[in-house]
C-alpha cells in the first residue's frame, strides 16, 4: 500500500521526467524541421550571413569554325589566382617555431612574382596590404587571367595559401585570319564587334553557380553546398574557308601596298549557293591584340562600306536594256568620246575617239559612257531603277554581319538630266561589295540571284543544327538574257586592254572593271584625281560557279581599275585550285566591237 509520503516524491519524478521529454521532444521536432523540413531555406539564411560563400561556374563560350570545322575562335582557360593571407601568416609562424619547414612567405613570394610576371614587392604588398585591413584576412587577388602555364608552375610550389580558379577566355589561333569577320570579345566577356557580337545569341554561354557555408576555419559544412550548372554556348560555322581567306589577305595586303591604296579587299561569292568563301581586306584586325589596330580597322569595311561603283554597273544596264528593251550583243548606238544630250547632260569617255558605230558588246569592252547612256534610252528610267533594285542595290544582303551596309538609289522623282545617265554607267548611286557579288552572280547564274550569307549553321549544345533564315532565290532576269551577259562579259575579258593580266590558262572567264570617282564631302563634288577601283569577274564563263570582287580604295599607283587586275587573277586563280573547279573544255565565241 502506498503511502501519501511516498506518492508525493513519485509524482514529482513523473512530472520532472514528463517535462524533461516534453523539452525533448520539441528540439527534435525543431531540429527535424531545421534539417529537415525547412533545410533549403535555413540553409539560403546561413548562405546570406558572413560565413557564406559562392563560386562562380563558368560556361565554355561556342567555337567559330570555318566551312570545314577548322577553329577560327575557341575558348581556353585562364585562371584567376588568390592567396590566403591569414594561412600564410600561420605557416610562418610554424616555420619560425621549428614546426613546418615549408619555406617562408618572404623567400617564397619571389618565385611567385617570377612566375606571374610581377615584382617581389608588389606580390609582398598585396598580402600586407590585405592584413592591414583585417588581420584575419582569408583573401587577396593575386593576379587575374594567369595561363595555364603559369598556373602548373603556381601549382607546383605547393603552398596551400595560393588557390587558382579556372575561367573560359577567348583565343583566336589563326591571328587576324578572318579577324574582320569573326570581330572580338572585351576583357570584360562582352561581345564587342563582327560575328562574336551579331551571333552571340548562338556563342554565348551561361555561368552557373555553386554556394556553400563555411565554418571559422574556412571548412566547407557539409549539407550546404547547393549547385546551379553553367550551360556552354553553341558552335557557330560559317561559310568561309579558313585556307583561302589566309591566302588572299596576304595577297590584298601586298596589292594594297604595292598600288599605294587606303584600303584593299577581296570577296568571294559562290554563284549557285549564295555562300561567301572568303572575305579578305587590309587593314584588318588581330582579334588577339585589338589594340594595335586603328580603331576604324576593327570591323569589316567590305560589308560596311558603300562606294560608287563606276562601270561595272554597265553590266547591269546591258542586262536591263537586254531582258526589257529588246536588245542584243549585235545591238548598235554611234557614240563619239564626248556627247551633249537633248536635256543638256553632258556625258564624257575616258579616252577620247570619233564616232564609232558600237554594238552593245563594244560598249562594255570600251567601257564607253557615252554608248551604255545612248543605250539605256531604249528604256524608262522607272524601268531602270526598277532593275537595279530588283538586282538587290540599295537594299544591302543580311548577311547576318552587323550594321551591314548598303547602296543608295535615289527614287526617279530626284533624277536630275545628267543622273538619268550618270546611273547607266555607275556615278550617282553607290551599292557595297556584297551587293554588286550577288548582282553579279544573278546575271550569270541563268538570272537567278542567290541569297548572300557567311553564316553555314549554329549548333547547339544538345546538338540541334539552326541553320539562318534567308530570302528566297529570285528569277531577277531571263535564262537568254543571262546567256547574252556571260558571252559579252567573257569578251570584255578577251577583248579588253588588260586582257592578258586577267589570263588564267585553260580556263575561260568573264567581268568588268569600273572607276569610281570619290565624292569630296567638303566642298562637294568630287575628289580630283581619286579613285576608287573595282574589278569583278567570274569563271569559268561556260559555267559559273564563282564570282570575285577586288576594289581598291584610292590607289596612287596606278589610278585606274587596271591597278585590281593582278590580284583579281591570282584570287581566282587560287579559287579555281581550291575548289579544283575543272578547266573549261570549250571556246568561247568572239562578238563584234562595231557594227
Known amino acids: 500500500m502506498t503511502t501519501r509520503s511516498t506518492r508525493s516524491p513519485r509524482r514529482r519524478t513523473v512530472v520532472a521526467l514528463a517535462v524533461v521529454l516534453a523539452v525533448l521532444a520539441g528540439f527534435i521536432v525543431r531540429l527535424v524541421d531545421i534539417q529537415v523540413v525547412n533545410a533549403d531555406e535555413h540553409i539560403q539564411d546561413s548562405l546570406d550571413t558572413a560565413f557564406a560563400s559562392s563560386q562562380t561556374l563558368y560556361g565554355t563560350r561556342g567555337q567559330i569554325v570555318d566551312e570545314s570545322g577548322q577553329t577560327l575562335a575557341g575558348s581556353i582557360l585562364r585562371y584567376d589566382c588568390q592567396l590566403d593571407p591569414l594561412l600564410i601568416t ?24 617570377r612566375i ?83 551571333q552571340n545569341d548562338c556563342l554565348a554561354a551561361e555561368n552557373g553557380s555553386r554556394s556553400y557555408e563555411k565554418g571559422k576555419d574556412g571548412v566547407v559544412i557539409p549539407g550546404t553546398e547547393t549547385e546551379v550548372p553553367a550551360q556552354d554556348g553553341g558552335t557557330l560555322q560559317l561559310t568561309i574557308n579558313r585556307d583561302l581567306q589566309w591566302y588572299l589577305q596576304q595577297l590584298i595586303a601586298e596589292q594594297t601596298q604595292n598600288m599605294a591604296a587606303q584600303h584593299g579587299s577581296v570577296l568571294v561569292y559562290e554563284v549557285k549557293t549564295g555562300k561567301v568563301r572568303a572575305a579578305a581586306e587590309y587593314p584588318t584586325v588581330d582579334p588577339n591584340d585589338v589594340d594595335a589596330t586603328d580603331a576604324e580597322d576593327r570591323t569589316s569595311e567590305i560589308f560596311r562600306g558603300s562606294f560608287e561603283p563606276g562601270s561595272t554597273f554597265k553590266a547591269l544596264t546591258a542586262a536591263t536594256v537586254i531582258d526589257a528593251g529588246g536588245q542584243t550583243p549585235h545591238s548598235t548606238v554611234t557614240a563619239s568620246g564626248l556627247e551633249t544630250f537633248p536635256n543638256g547632260a553632258r556625258v564624257r569617255d575616258a579616252f577620247q575617239h570619233p564616232a564609232n558605230l558600237y554594238t552593245l558588246t563594244g560598249v562594255l569592252i570600251d567601257s564607253s559612257n557615252v554608248g551604255i547612256s545612248k543605250f539605256s534610252e531604249r528604256v524608262d528610267n522607272q524601268t531602270r531603277f526598277d532593275y537595279l533594285t530588283r538586282f538587290g542595290i540599295g537594299a544591302g544582303t543580311g548577311s547576318t554581319y552587323p550594321l551591314e551596309g548598303n547602296g543608295l538609289i535615289h527614287p526617279v522623282s530626284e533624277w536630275g538630266a545628267q543622273t538619268a545617265y550618270n546611273t547607266s554607267f555607275g556615278q550617282g548611286v553607290t551599292t557595297t561589295m556584297p551587293e554588286l557579288a550577288r548582282a553579279y552572280g544573278a546575271i550569270v547564274n541563268d538570272g537567278v540571284m542567290m541569297p548572300l550569307t557567311i553564316v553555314e549553321s549554329c549548333t547547339r549544345p544538345d546538338g540541334t543544327v539552326v541553320t539562318p533564315e534567308l530570302a528566297e532565290p529570285e528569277q531577277v532576269i531571263s535564262e537568254t538574257t543571262s546567256a547574252h551577259m556571260r558571252e559579252m562579259l567573257e569578251n570584255v575579258f578577251l577583248q579588253a ?72 587573277q591570282k584570287a581566282m586563280t587560287q579559287v579555281l585550285k581550291t575548289y579544283r573547279v575543272m578547266p573549261s573544255t570549250s571556246s568561247p565565241e568572239l562578238l563584234p566591237k562595231f557594227g
Request: hydrophobic fraction near 35%; charge should be negative.
Open 90 to 113: 600561420q605557416i610562418d609562424a610554424q616555420v619560425l617555431e621549428g614546426e613546418s619547414d615549408a619555406p617562408l612567405w618572404g623567400d617564397l613570394s619571389s618565385d611567385v612574382a
Open 116 to 198: 606571374t610576371g610581377q615584382t617581389p614587392e608588389e606580390v609582398r604588398e598585396i598580402v600586407g596590404t590585405a592584413l592591414a585591413a583585417d588581420q584575419y584576412s582569408r583573401y587577396a587577388q593575386l593576379k587575374k587571367g594567369v595561363s595555364t602555364e603559369q598556373f602548373r608552375a603556381l601549382a607546383d610550389l605547393e603552398a596551400p595559401y595560393i588557390t587558382c580558379i579556372s575561367h573560359p577566355a577567348r583565343a583566336y589561333p589563326d591571328g587576324a585570319v578572318a579577324g574582320n569577320l569573326v570581330g572580338f570579345m572585351g576583357t570584360d566577356g562582352e561581345a564587342l564587334e563582327g560575328l562574336e557580337k551579331s
Open 497 to 568: 586592254p588588260y586582257a592578258k593580266t586577267v589570263e588564267i590558262p585553260g580556263y575561260r572567264l568573264g567581268g568588268k572593271t569600273g572607276t569610281g570617282e570619290k565624292p569630296d564631302l567638303v566642298n562637294g563634288g568630287y575628289k580630283a584625281g581619286v579613285y576608287y577601283t573595282t574589278m569583278v569577274g567570274f569563271a569559268p564563263a561556260d559555267d559559273p560557279e564563282y564570282v570575285v570582287v577586288v576594289t581598291l580604295d584610292e590607289p596612287t599607283k596606278v589610278t585606274s581599275s587596271a591597278a585590281n587586275a593582278t590580284a583579281f
